[in-house]
């Protein structure tokens, strides 16, 4: 599956740096199964691309726990 992550213009990297850093690494180190596979990013949308549909949910709050001022839209 796939979340797309629109960020303002200049930031979208940043963020998907961030989230392969804290998550993509840490599940490899760690043996955590956060289901993030990594990400893509240009310049204001990143794609953060998950293990399955199965995973999203789980995708989902992490990403409410990390930016509590994030909009979600289904």
Not at 21 to 44: P, R, W
Request: avoid cysteine.
């Amino acid at each position: 599956g796939l979340v797309v992550l629109h960020t303002h213009p200049g930031h979208a990297s940043s963020l998907a740096y961030y989230i392969d850093k804290k998550y993509v690494s840490e599940q490899l180190k760690n043996n955590h199964d956060y289901g993030i596979i990594g990400t893509i990013a240009g310049d204001d949308t990143a794609i953060l691309i998950s293990k399955s549909q199965k995973y999203l949910n789980k995708i989902l709050s992490i990403l409410k726990n990390e930016f509590p001022y994030l909009k979600i839209e289904n």
